[in-house]
């Protein structure tokens, strides 16, 4: 790792270990880690060294420590973060936002948590984030939320303007996902299948899939 990569690290460790005191002395030490992004990241070739068990996520190449806080769903971290001048525009590698990371959950999970997923989502927008950024493949939010069965995460993206009608890169529409088995890890938990059937009716049956 480069050095300000080590010194991001350091900082995303407080954050997802929900270290707010720690937080806030390293940001006020060094406000730019808020702005800039990890230099190196996770592969197919070497991914541990880029693993957060406590979040169960990995570090891309141009992460910020702002996707990492949206990943563990810290929106204190999050509010922090922003006031010192963190991009929610800015994107890692496979061109995801803040707000990506904040949609992904697993229901069930003992990592999940939906009312502070929720919360985190709304500091986002609030700040300036789109609902409807897409990434490389077309993949919107809304997309993240609803193939992760999060009906919480999907009805908050809803209600701040998020578009159930938008196509990823194959044509898959929010709604098409919920109707799926999407074959994503834990999509088919006692825990996933409840928030699954509350999905639809969020997004209106009548959506075009």
């Known amino acids: 790792m480069v050095d300000s990569d080590l010194a991001l690290t350091e900082l995303v460790t407080a954050i997802v270990a929900g270290n707010l005191a720690a937080t806030s002395r390293m940001l006020n030490a060094s406000p730019q880690l808020a702005k800039i992004s990890f230099q190196a990241g996770a592969t197919r070739q070497s991914p541990h060294a880029y693993f957060l068990d406590a979040i169960g996520r990995y570090i891309y190449q141009g992460d910020t420590a702002l996707h990492m806080a949206a990943a563990a769903y810290q929106a204190e971290a999050v509010g922090k973060l922003i006031a010192a001048g963190a991009n929610v525009q800015a994107k890692n590698r496979h061109g995801d936002v803040a707000l ?17 997923q929720v919360n985190t989502i709304t500091c986002l927008i609030k700040a300036g984030a789109d609902p409807n950024a897409v990434n490389r493949t077309g993949i919107s939010p809304l997309h993240r939320a609803v193939r992760t069965r999060c009906a919480d995460a999907v009805s908050v993206l809803l209600t701040h303007g998020a578009d159930p009608a938008r196509e990823n890169e194959s044509g898959s529409t929010p709604l098409l996902l919920a109707r799926l088995n999407t074959g994503r890890g834990g999509s088919g938990s006692p825990g996933a299948k409840l928030q699954q059937k509350e999905i639809p009716r969020l997004l209106g049956e009548n959506s075009p899939a």
């Open 100 to 116: 990506h990371y904040a949609a992904v959950g697993n229901p069930g999970s003992r990592r999940w948590n939906p009312s502070a």
